[in-house]
Nanobody, 125 residues
Framework: QVQLVESGGGSVQAGGSLRLSCAVSGYTYSRNCMGWFRQVSGKEREGVASIYAEGGRTDYADSLKGRFIISLDTAKNTLYLQMNRLKPEDTAMYYC??????????????????WGQGTQVSVSA
């Protein structure tokens, strides 16, 4: 059974940085993608960043390029999201997710079938 467990969320002032981690167990990385999504209460979940597990190709939400970096360490079974120059509008619950089949990184929520419980990120002005 695949399990994804996020950690690293918290409260930070605008301009600061956080690194989220997602511990992965029971997952097959071959022909699959992993991603980070976020959701504000009352709004739809949105894609943040995705990585193709074999080769490391990435995809980012246009508005976050240059500030957020996704990476995957398969030896440590951990997915990361480095978040820099954080803004109050980055405040959200952040989720780690994984596909069951994927050939290139993307942020289409529907195709991510496995989800973690989320970790809260709060950015104050």
């Amino acid at each position: 059974q695949v399990q994804l467990v996020e950690s690293g969320g918290g409260s930070v002032q605008a301009g600061g940085s956080l690194r989220l981690s997602c511990a992965v167990s029971g997952y097959t990385y071959s022909r699959n993608c992993m991603g980070w999504f976020r959701q504000v209460s009352g709004k739809e979940r949105e894609g943040v960043a995705s990585i193709y597990a074999e080769g490391g190709r990435t995809d980012y939400a246009d508005s976050l390029k240059g500030r957020f970096i996704i990476s995957l360490d398969t030896a440590k079974n951990t997915l990361y999201l480095q978040m820099n120059r954080l803004k109050p509008e980055d405040t959200a619950m952040y989720y780690c997710a994984a596909t069951e089949l994927c050939f290139r990184p993307h942020l289409v929520t529907y195709f991510y079938k496995i989800w973690g419980q989320g970790t809260q990120v709060s950015v104050s002005a």
